[in-house]
């Protein structure tokens, strides 16, 4: 029997990303086969929009998601997730012209971009809306990218290897840098990213978990990881 | 000589639309080589009632026979009829060739489609026969020229016998007529009733509605006057026009010019 | 057969058997729904949604109408303008009409929009503020999508009057201004209303797409529901109602239009 | 955007991988197949619809106006979403209870049928309308030749209709091209969402916005050419308007 | 008493339909109080002749003067001419009031709006005295119950009388009319023929298209005969229908029934 694993059709460099042949790629993808060929699951690749993965997923066209899902308390009410599988440091990028802090004060009065129904949104807004500063919700983290180098915003808040991707590009390069990253809470920001599953799969959840603790301990993950990342992506 | 068939009888009809009760109860019966002028003044119900003998215009109440088959109808809810089988009356369409007032040829449509459309596509000749017998209507009616131009690009006139030819071609066994020269020079009027006395010796029943008294003098051999949604005088043309009684048709034959 | 006022239905006439046997079967469908889905995300999220109804609103009738006043010289012109501006509308509406309406507004935000800032006489001008607002942005290209589709529907409607009746009203003098403003305009809308109605709810339906340049509409808020809680089908049925409603409306408007002048169809 | 030179690089619309000339092209055939699938399927709905609407009796009528305004207001990512996942779901479900086995219901029949329900009620009201500017008396004149309902529709009522509707069907058309975006949620390769996957990989989005814009446009003018030739096919004998 | 001034005068008007001549050149001038009435085949180019005047259809050569006020026409480019002042055709316009073969009526206004239109919207005249006037109209040609009815319900003999109502709105110094009895019965035709005798004796110059033979004779001053795109023969009533000349002439007047 066969599991299907759904990835969102939209890349997500590095984590998943196709090319023009067809072929996934990214850092999730081989997180991907790891687990799989750790679980001795015979998985294949199903890609869907990401409008309609959960659907596909609670009606059994997928059996679980590897799409960078983070986990919380009010998802965790309508899907079941893995342990955590990488969790990665929130960052504040801004225009290279200003100068300030990612803190409540040194945003204060400035406009901040998130991507929507992100742990970011939900932190921007505790800490830096509270304060004074206006938060705008983006469809997706490009968008939010584009309208500050375009001078519409004055900061980007986002995992720190997006905003890596970003700074590293023609545009980002030219107009913007780090500011710094965020002051950790682990009530938001500290859950991290889950495979995504139905609820009542106790069975595979036990297999992911295991699989996720074999492939840390003996040096897979670590292995694929510097591939992308110079830096430890699973977090503490 | 036997008694003729009778070709169409309608019984105590009445329409009403809305609040306007246009006609209160008309019977009328036309056997076979009839031909029945309907004369009356205008908003008089003449139309109106053509239309109920085709059911384009479906009756408040009566009945419509035509060679002695009664169309079946049942109550349609609202306080009207409606006919209970729509094959039936569309069979029985196909012996009534009716020629309209406003001649409603099709636009989209040349003048010769327009007359074999009925014949190869509701009597099933085959398309030769009936360009054939179309083209002989359109040049007996002198549009042969016409025959590839499209209506909107036509005189009134020629819209007028092109309609009439179109009704023709289905060889119907009644021809309904509303007014069918309003629109037509002396020379064409002449025409046309050439064409229908023809018809008229073809044994056709022919219903025509006119407003030209020679012509229905002249052609028909009954007379009906319609006024005020009945019929208030019927007769042979020289008792309605010679002798008539009713004081709303003394009027209305003193009036014509 | 003849529709005429009478026929219209009235309240009275509303509530006929088969019509509360509809009623019926939609009540207990709703009442399912509400029964056996989850709703406790409701009462967090009911200030944005009212908030994004709003904005919804506001864009579908600030953009149709804009868009309705530009399809009418649009849609004109392509019947009877000279032909340099019969080509120009004619070129508007197919490149309009032939790319996405996503491609558009990405244009005017991201593309046109980011030009502005480079110009200080831009920056420094009383449009400033409201350049760097993205609403503007967003009104702009669904009134431009809007008007194109519409001038299409209405070169059809202009073309559409009889040709006898517009002679009528020029052999009695009437100017050219005057035939198009008492019978060509009102002859050409009243036959072009049901194709309208349609347009306007396209255009309802497309609004959503504001949400890519930050404008915050009702269907964004119900993605976000779906994005914070990863619950499928309840914020969809809402949503679903919600223009539902909407569109309920329009129709009934524009049926009440159309019915002011009575047809005689067969 | 400072320079735009510096954003394009033509290579990346290569036909062959890496470039994403060939998977575009892929996707607009792909978008034109359904297209054409959703867009027939509708016409035929509409039809019908149009027809139970002016014709029907009380009961069809309102059975109409309920699929054309439900099916016109919801939006269509709701619908196919409802359609294909709950409804197979659904249909599964009862299937098992009868005992027969599980069908696997295609995203791509499943996109065609959604798109093809949703044209279907805006085609409706197109006809509707188009139907309703035909002169009665050209309907009546058919009727009363005796021509069934199905002769007087196919020989009268839609031709003389054709040039009120050109415009709307049209734009339908349009529509129905762009509106395969939809099956994209259900993994389907069309134009909308490879050119996304092609943005989103290679971080060009202007690139392939507008090549997809090309695209688009492109196929408009085609089909543009060939709506014109059917109107003017079906505007014979109407007179044009000074 | 003085020579009465003219009203219109045409002079050599060519009309051309892609290859068909319809008109080849036709001149004709009317004085104040005159009725002339214009006979003819269908097809002869009576409606276009009418149509000419008012610049509904251009001539392709040939000019129009209306009231000593000749149309200034221009080369439109493509062998035919166009008017070179749109301002002085529509001024002119407001005193020929013309009735349509085919009525055309506003579909979307009622009878009563269909008559008030023109005073309201080009004359400048104000609501309530258009409404009076427009209504005193209807009443005169027996419509005043149907005023809030829209044309399409209506009769075609009601049809017309709107459309002679809305004519005679415009209070015009000419009128033009074409066909204007085709749909009326004998009664209306008489009611018509005493509004137009009316106008005569108002001194309002009359063109009228006609295939009433008897109407012509009565109500005209002078008949011309058109065949083929010209003049045939023209002359008093006394003249054309007492003593012919031409062959085609004899022909047309022995056909009438
Ligand atoms: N727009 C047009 N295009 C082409 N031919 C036309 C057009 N209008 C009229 N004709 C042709 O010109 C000729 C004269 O038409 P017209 O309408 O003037 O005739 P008429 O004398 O008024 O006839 P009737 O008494 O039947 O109304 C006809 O042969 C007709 O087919
Ligand atoms: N569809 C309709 N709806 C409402 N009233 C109508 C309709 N059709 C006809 N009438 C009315 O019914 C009456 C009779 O109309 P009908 O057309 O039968 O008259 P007619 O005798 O043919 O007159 P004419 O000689 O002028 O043609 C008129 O008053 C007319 O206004
Ligand atoms: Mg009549
Ligand atoms: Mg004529």
Redesign the interface.
Known sequence: EPVKVGFAAEPYPPFTSPDASGNWEGWEVDFQKAICAEAKLDCVITPVAWDGIIPALTSKKIDMIIGSMSITEERLKTIDFSDKYYNTPTGVIGPKSETFEATPEGLKGKTIGVQVSTIHQVYAAKYFGENGATVKEYQTQDEANNDLAAGRLDAVQADSIALGAFLQSDQGKECCDLKGMVKDDPTILGAGVGIGIRKGEDELKGKLNAAIKAIRANGTYDTFSKKYFDFNIYGE | MTKPAQAIAVTNLHKR??PLEVLKGVSLTANEGDVIAI?????SGK?TFL?CI?M?E?PTSGSVTIHGETIAMKKDGHGGLMPSD??QV?????????V???????????ILQNVT??PI??LGKSKDEAIATGEALLRRVGLFEKRDA????L????QQ?AAIAR?LA?QPLVMLFD?PT?????????EV?TVIGDLAREKRTMILVT?E???AR?VANHIVFLAEGVIDEQGSPDEIFGNPRSERLK??IS??? | MAITPEDLPTRDSFFKPHRIVLLLILAALVFCIVWFMRWDWLPKYLPRLGYGILITLAMLFSTSILGFLLAVPLGLVQVTGPWPLKTLAKTFCTIVRGTPLLLQLWLLYYGLGSLFPQFPAIRQSFLWPYLRESWPYGVAALTISFAAYEGEVMRGAFAGVPAGELEAARAYGMSRWTVFRRIWLPRAIHRALPTLNGETVLQLKATPLVATITVIDVYSVISKVRQDTYITYEPLLLLALIYMCLTGILVIAFRYLENRIPTRGA | MADPASFINWGLLALEPPGWGGVLLRGLVNSIEIAIGGYTFGLLLGIGGACGKLYGGPITRDLMECYTTIVRAVPELVLILLLYYAGTDALNYVLALAGIGQVDISGLVAGIFVIGVVQGAYTTEVLRGAIKAVPAGQIEAARAYGMSPFKVMTRVTLPAMLPYAIPGLSNLWLIATKDTALLAVVGFSELTLVTRQAAGATKAYLLFFCAAGMLYLMLTLVSDFFIKIIERRARRGFVEQS
């Open positions: 639309f809305g004369i009356g003044g205008s908003g139309s239309r085709n384009l479906l729509r094959k569309q069979r029985l369409r196909t012996q009534l060739g009716m309209f007032q406003s001649f409603n040829l099709w636009q989209h449509m040349t459309e009925v596509h509701v499209y209506p909107a690009f005189s009134g006139g020629q016998r009704a289905i007014e309003s629109a037509l020079d002396p020379q064409l009027v002449g009733l407003h008294m020679k012509f002249n009027k209305f009036s014509i010019h």
